[in-house]
């Protein structure tokens, strides 16, 4: 069965500094691996997804099958990352049914 | 576009009384998802939906559960003789087709069962 796991509940850093959200998956096949973010009194919007290798917000993230991970990184924290991030994937024999992970609370300090 | 309408967004019942969750799709949309996130989890699909059709309803538990898309107005997510372990957060998300597309979210309902 597929899993996905996001190691750290909550992640504080200081405005400028890099900031790192881990994501390790479990699936055989070929994953599609997706990121949702939430914000304060938001609903859940996607915020990338890897088959379209873009970068969004100055967030990017990269797909590595060799260690099932797909963490999000920004070079750069703002106050206005603050938010609560969620890993998913849809697994090959889905075309829909997204597993999410359990989700880690971003706080960028001024 | 107004995006994914749920309502209520928050509904407060005893155990035992019925709880019925709407969603309407964002327009274009015809393809509905149901999600429930309990407390300090991750969301959990549910069903899927397409109008008049039941596509997938491998995550609703057994009983008490059921969900339609009609014809004609909103989704509903209907749990019936609810016991407090119901309640959570319930998700439900649209997109234009099942094949991978974005699944776009409404803002959610919390249940919460005394």
């Known amino acids: 069965a597929q899993r996905v796991t996001q190691p750290e509940k909550l992640l504080s850093v200081f405005k400028g500094a890099p900031v790192e959200l881990k994501c390790n998956y479990s699936y055989s096949g070929s994953p599609e691996l997706f990121w949702y973010v939430q914000y304060s009194r938001q609903r859940l919007q996607l915020l990338l997804r890897h088959i379209s290798r873009e970068s969004i917000k100055g967030f990017t993230a990269d797909l590595n099958k060799g260690e099932t991970s797909f963490h999000l990184k920004k070079p750069f924290a703002q106050e206005e990352d603050s938010a609560m991030y969620y890993c998913?994937?849809?697994?090959?024999?889905?075309?829909?049914?997204?597993?999410f992970g359990k989700g880690t609370l971003l706080t960028v300090n001024p | 576009n107004a995006g994914v309408m749920q309502n209520p967004r928050h509904l407060v019942r005893r155990r035992g009384q019925e709880a019925r969750l709407r969603c309407s799709p964002m327009?274009?949309?015809?393809?509905v998802y149901w999600y429930r996130q309990l407390p300090e989890e991750g969301l959990k699909f549910m069903v899927y939906?397409?109008?008049?059709?039941?596509?997938?309803e491998s995550g609703m538990p057994k009983e008490r559960f059921s969900a339609e898309f009609p014809k004609e107005g909103p989704s509903i997510l209907r749990i019936q003789q609810v016991v407090r372990g119901d309640s959570a957060a319930y998700f439900c998300?649209?997109?234009?087709?099942?094949?991978?597309?974005?699944?776009?979210f409404g803002p959610g309902t919390r249940l919460l069962v005394l």
């Open positions: 327009k274009g949309h015809s393809h």
């Open positions: 998300a649209s997109s234009p087709a099942a094949s991978r597309e974005t699944q776009y």
């Open positions: 939906l397409q109008k008049e059709n039941i596509i997938d």
């Open positions: 998913a994937l849809i697994s090959g024999g889905s075309n829909y049914k997204l597993t």
